[in-house]
C-alpha cells in the first residue's frame, strides 16, 4: 500500500511538473476559487436546510398542539370510535402528516393512523408500546420534538401528553414531512454548486492540455536540444510549425545548433586529440594526481591518486577535496592547501605521511601551484602522490641492518683493541699466564668477529637472488658430520647426543652445503641453551600416518617436544612407498626452551633468546640462515617449545623422485631401484 502511494505521488508529481508556471498558477487560482465558491455555496445550502429543520420543527410542535386540544376530551370521556373517526379526518386533511399514535399512560399504543386501526384485542396480538420516560406525563407541560432519518426521508416526532381534568391520560405522537419545497430547493442549489465545481475543473484540465500542446511542448523540445548540445551533439534541431515569438526561438536555435556544428567540424577533433593524449598520460603514469580548483573541488583523478586514497568505484569530480582525504594526509595539508589558494605559499609543499588504511602505506604528497597564462593568480593546485612504501621499508631495514651490525662489531672490536693496547703498554710488567689471558681473550673476540663477518656475509648471499643447484642429498650424512663436530662439545657439557634417522631413508632434493649449516647451526644452538644432563636429538623420516601428537621419552626425567604429522600416507594400515612426498627433519632439545612472546621474532635478524635471559653470546643470524636456507629448499621451518621442557625446530624436504617407471610394471620398478619400505623409528610414543 505504501509503495502505491508512493508511485502514485510520484506520477501526480511529474505530471504536475510539466505545466508551465502560468497554467500552475492559473490552476492555483481556480482551485482556490472554486473551493471558496462551494464552501459558500454549501454553507447557503446548510443555512437552507437548518432554517427547514426549525420550520418543521415549529410546524409540528403547533400542529400536535392542535390535534392533543381536539382529541384529549376524546380520550378523557373514553369516547375512542369518535377519537378514531376525528383522528382519520385530521389525517386525510392534512397532507404534511406521516402518521399519529395514540398511547395511554403506560405507553401502550392503542391505536395509530396509518400504522394499525382499532382491533379486537386477544392473547396473539403484538402488543406496541412507545417508550417514554417513567415521569414523561409529569414534567413535560411542553411537547417533546426530535428528527430522524428514515428509508422515505427525514420525519419530524412530535411527543405532546394529553391531560383531561388536570388528569395525566396518555400520549399523542404524530409524525410530519418536510417541506417540499424546502427541500427541492436545498437539492437544487446542492446539485448546481456541484456541477458549477466540475466545470470549473474541466476548464481548467482542457486549458492545461491546450497549453501542454501549444506551449509546453516546444519548450520541452528546445530544452532536450539544449540538453543535447551541452552533451557535444551539435546536430541536433528542433523541428516544430510555431509562428510569433516561439518560431523564432526556434529559429535562432537551430541557427546556434548549425554554426556550432561548423565550429566543431573545424576545432573539435585536434581538441579531442589532445585531450586524450593528456588524459591518456594522467592515467598511466605510476603516481598519482589530482587536481583541485580554488574552491578545493576535484577536477581530475587518475586510477593510481584513486587506489591509494581508496576511492575507486566513488564519483568524486566536483567534490570537495577536504570532504574526501583520508585523516592523516587531511590534518598534514590542510593549512598548506589553504596557504596555496590565498597566495601566501609560492613554492608549494612536500610531505611524507604514513596511511594506515586501507592498506599501511606511506606516501609522498606534492602540492604544486597552478597558475594562470599570466602567472600571476592562482587556478588551482596539482597534488602528486608517490607510493614509498617499499623505499621507506628499505630504508629503515638498511638502516636496522647498518645499527644492528655496527652495535655487534663494536664488541669485539672494542675489546680486542682494549687487550692489544694494555699488552703493548704495559706487556713488561704483565706475567706470562696474563699476557696469555689476555692474547686468548683477543684470539676469542677475533673469532667472535669472524663469525659475525661471516654470518652476515653468509645472510646476504641468501636474501640474494643467487641461483642454487639442487641435487639428491642423503640426509644421514650431514647428520653424522654434525653430530661428529659437536660431540667433545657436547660431551664437555654432559649433553647426550641422539641420532634417529629412520633406515633406507629416501634421499631429498637439496644443497649438500647448505643443510650442512642448518644443521650446524640448529644443533649448535640446542648445546648452547642445554644444561648439563641434558639431550640433543636429529631425527629424520618419511611422513607418516597418525592422529596422535606425541612426546618421546629419552632417557628418565626428560622428553621432546614433537610437532604434528602428516596423515596421509597410510593406506590400510600399510606404508606407501609411492605416496610418500616428504621427509620430516627435527633437532630437539631439553633445554630452557623459548617464551610464546619470543617464538615469533626468533627468526629475525639479530634477536637473541639470551637478550632475555642474560646468559651465553651469539650473533643473532643463525636462525635467520636457516630460515632462508630452507626457504630456498621450497619448505618452511617451525619450532614448537616450551619454557622448561625443551625446543623442537622442524622442516619438511621433498623427497627425490626418479622418473616413474610404466605403470603396472612391477619388475621395471625394482630394476629402476626403488628403495625397499622404511621400517619404523624405533622411539616411544606417548599419546595426549
Not at 382499532?118 to 420534538?145: A, C
Not at 696474563?434 to 673476540?445: Q, Y
Not at 617436544?561 to 602428516?566: K, Q, R, S, V, Y
Amino acid at each position: 500500500m505504501i509503495a502505491l502511494l508512493a508511485n502514485l505521488r510520484q506520477i501526480i508529481a511529474n505530471w504536475w511538473s510539466e505545466f508551465t508556471l502560468q497554467t500552475k498558477l492559473m490552476a492555483i487560482a481556480t482551485l482556490v476559487v472554486s473551493l471558496v465558491m462551494s464552501g459558500l455555496t454549501f454553507w447557503a445550502v446548510n443555512t437552507i436546510q437548518q432554517d427547514a429543520r426549525l420550520n418543521d420543527t415549529r410546524f409540528g410542535r403547533d400542529l400536535g398542539l392542535l390535534l392533543a386540544a381536539n382529541v384529549a376530551p376524546l380520550l378523557g370521556e373514553d369516547q375512542r370510535t369518535e377519537l378514531a373517526r376525528f383522528s382519520h379526518n385530521f389525517y386525510s386533511s392534512t397532507s404534511s402528516l406521516r402518521y399519529i399514535l395514540y398511547a395511554d399512560e403506560e405507553g401502550n399504543i392503542f391505536y395509530g393512523i396509518p400504522f394499525s386501526e382499532s382491533e379486537v384485542q386477544n392473547s396473539l396480538t403484538i402488543r406496541r408500546k412507545i417508550n417514554l420516560p417513567d415521569d414523561y406525563g409529569q414534567n413535560l407541560e411542553q411537547p417533546m420534538v426530535r428528527q430522524h432519518i428514515t428509508p422515505d426521508g427525514e420525519v419530524t416526532d412530535v411527543f405532546v401528553p394529553l391531560y383531561y381534568n388536570n388528569q395525566y391520560r396518555g400520549v399523542l405522537a404524530i409524525g410530519t414531512n418536510p417541506n417540499p419545497t424546502v427541500v427541492t430547493s436545498s437539492h437544487l442549489t446542492r446539485d448546481v454548486t456541484v456541477a458549477v465545481f466540475v466545470s470549473i475543473w474541466v476548464m481548467v484540465i482542457l486549458g492545461a492540455v491546450f497549453n501542454a500542446l501549444t506551449i509546453t511542448r516546444p519548450i520541452k523540445e528546445l530544452l532536450v536540444g539544449v540538453k543535447n548540445i551541452a552533451s557535444g551533439n551539435f546536430k541536433q534541431r528542433v523541428d516544430l510549425p510555431f509562428g510569433g515569438e516561439l518560431g523564432e526561438l526556434i529559429l535562432s536555435f537551430n541557427e546556434m545548433a548549425e554554426r556550432l556544428e561548423r565550429y566543431e567540424e573545424q576545432n573539435i577533433e585536434e581538441l579531442t586529440s589532445e585531450k586524450a593524449k593528456l588524459e591518456t598520460l594522467v592515467a598511466t603514469i605510476a603516481d598519482g594526481a589530482v587536481l583541485i580548483d580554488t574552491e578545493m573541488q576535484v577536477i581530475l583523478t587518475n586510477p593510481t591518486a584513486r587506489r591509494l586514497f581508496g576511492w575507486e568505484g566513488q564519483a568524486i569530480d566536483g567534490q570537495n577535496l577536504l570532504h574526501l582525504l583520508p585523516s592523516p594526509i587531511l590534518t598534514e595539508v590542510t593549512r598548506p592547501l589553504y596557504q596555496i589558494i590565498k597566495g601566501e605559499l609560492k613554492e608549494g609543499a612536500e610531505f611524507r605521511i604514513a596511511l594506515p588504511e586501507p592498506n599501511e602505506r606511506t606516501v609522498r604528497i606534492l602540492l604544486t601551484t597552478v597558475l594562470d597564462a599570466t602567472r600571476e593568480s592562482v587556478r588551482g593546485i596539482a597534488i602528486t602522490v608517490q607510493d614509498i612504501t617499499r623505499e621507506a621499508e628499505l630504508n629503515e631495514a638498511k638502516s636496522h641492518f647498518i645499527s644492528n651490525v655496527s652495535h655487534e662489531l663494536r664488541t669485539p672490536l672494542f675489546n680486542i683493541k682494549s687487550f692489544i693496547e694494555t699488552l703493548y703498554e704495559y706487556g713488561e710488567d704483565l706475567g706470562d699466564a696474563e699476557r696469555r689471558e689476555f692474547l686468548e681473550t683477543a684470539n676469542r673476540e677475533t673469532d667472535r668477529l669472524t663469525r659475525l663477518v661471516n654470518d652476515v656475509l653468509d645472510l646476504s648471499r641468501l636474501e640474494s637472488h643467487r641461483a642454487y643447484t639442487m641435487e639428491a642429498v642423503d640426509l644421514a650424512q650431514p647428520i653424522e658430520q654434525t653430530l661428529r663436530t659437536y660431540q667433545l662439545n657436547a660431551r664437555d657439557k654432559g649433553i647426550e647426543l641422539i641420532q634417529e634417522v629412520s633406515p633406507n631413508l629416501p634421499p631429498v632434493i637439496g644443497h649438500y652445503d647448505l643443510l650442512l649449516q642448518v644443521f650446524t647451526n640448529l644443533v649448535g644452538n640446542a648445546l648452547k641453551f642445554t644444561l648439563s644432563g641434558g639431550k640433543v636429538a636429529i631425527r629424520a623420516y618419511p611422513l607418516e600416518h597418525t592422529n596422535t601428537t606425541c612426546a618421546v621419552q629419552v632417557g628418565q626425567g626428560s622428553q621432546f617436544l614433537c610437532p604434528p604429522l602428516e596423515d596421509d600416507f597410510v593406506s590400510n594400515g600399510t606404508l606407501s612407498l609411492q605416496a610418500i612426498k616428504k621427509v620430516r627433519v627435527e633437532v630437539a632439545d631439553t633445554g630452557i626452551g623459548i617464551a610464546q612472546e619470543d617464538q615469533k621474532a626468533i627468526f629475525d635478524r639479530f634477536f637473541r633468546v639470551e637478550n632475555r635471559v642474560h646468559t651465553l653470546e651469539g650473533t643473532g643470524l643463525g636462525l635467520s640462515i636457516v630460515r632462508n636456507i630452507i626457504e630456498k629448499h621450497h619448505s618452511q621451518v617451525h619450532l614448537v617449545s616450551e619454557v622448561g621442557i625443551g625446543t623442537t625446530f622442524w622442516f619438511d624436504l621433498t623427497i627425490f623422485q626418479e622418473v616413474p617407471p610404466p605403470e603396472g610394471n612391477a619388475r621395471s620398478a625394482e630394476n629402476a631401484g626403488v628403495p625397499p619400505q622404511p621400517a619404523e623409528t624405533k622411539v616411544s610414543v606417548i599419546s595426549s
